[in-house]
């Protein structure tokens, strides 16, 4: 998946990853694929931010925020790049400004627009004029089901690995999606009948909420990226913070899914 230019670590990010690479079956290689990683974030609200700031310190090569929505007094609680100073601002530019300051070694591009089924080509062009389709990993961070649906269309369309995650008053939910596999899509999982009824603007959300699930979805982005490897391979992961309990549902391809069914 990698058509980008190899890239080496220099010594300044071997000592800024040290803790990372001391650590056992996490090496020079794994923070090196690290580096050479390309992920596209969508929704750069409570989700987005944690998983932004720790895939940016980590040392994640190159993050592409989309999001189109401006901050509101009432993101603050859980939105953790933005302060009381951004209200009004763009959460894409924003959140650029905050991670380029966190960490210079991961180049980050944004766009305050809606990703769509007919704007991801043009975004993708903007970002690379010379390749349409080189992101390492699609993370959905967005609070919809239908826009979910759309992202794992393009996802799916595109032949990339889509990381999904959802959090909404003490709950949350996370799945790795790799279409290439043959393993399954988000549709094949909620087949479009969610229900968006149910928001953080209707229904709260604890702050921790959306900072667990941005930090679990990072955790296997990482794993992912490093270590090319998938640990939560056709799981879907259920985090419920009343009871700090996690739960892990094994999930099927539905051969008669209609994004992933029949062409696969
Ligand atoms: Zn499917």
């Not at 990372?20 to 929704?43: E, F, H, M, P, R």
């Not at 989309?66 to 924003?94: C, H, M, W, Y």
Request: proline share 2%; with cysteine; net charge negative.
């Amino acid at each position: 998946m990698l058509n980008q230019p190899f890239n080496t670590l220099n010594d300044q990010e071997m000592l800024r990853y040290a803790r990372q690479i001391l650590l056992d079956g996490w090496d020079i290689d794994a923070q090196t694929n690290l580096k050479n990683s390309n992920v596209l974030i969508i929704g750069m609200g409570g989700l987005g931010c944690p998983l932004a700031e720790t895939l940016c310190r980590a040392g994640v090569g190159q993050l592409v925020i989309v999001d189109d929505d401006v901050i509101d007094e009432s993101n603050l609680q859980r939105q953790s790049l933005f302060t009381p100073n951004d209200i009004g601002k763009s959460k894409a530019l924003i959140a650029k400004e905050k991670l380029n300051k966190i960490n210079d070694f991961c180049e980050v591009f944004a766009f305050q627009e809606r990703l769509t089924l007919d704007n991801y080509q043009e975004i993708v062009k903007q970002f690379n004029k010379n390749s349409l389709s080189n992101f390492n990993l699609i993370c959905d961070c967005t609070d919809n089901f239908k826009t979910r649906d759309h992202i794992n269309q393009i996802a799916v369309k595109q032949n990339l690995p889509l990381l999904s995650a959802s959090g909404i008053a003490q709950v949350g939910q996370l799945a790795l999606f790799e279409p290439y596999k043959n393993s399954g899509c988000y549709h094949c999982l909620f087949h479009g009948e969610g229900d968006d009824s149910r928001t953080c603007a209707t229904s709260g959300v604890l702050a921790s909420t959306t900072q667990i699930m941005g930090n679990l979805q990072a955790q296997v982005a990482l794993t992912f990226l490093g270590l090319n490897k998938n640990p939560i391979a056709q799981t879907l992961l259920l985090w419920q913070g009343e009871t700090l309990s996690l739960r892990k549902l094994k999930f099927k391809k539905d051969l008669n899914c209609s994004i992933c069914g029949g062409e696969l």
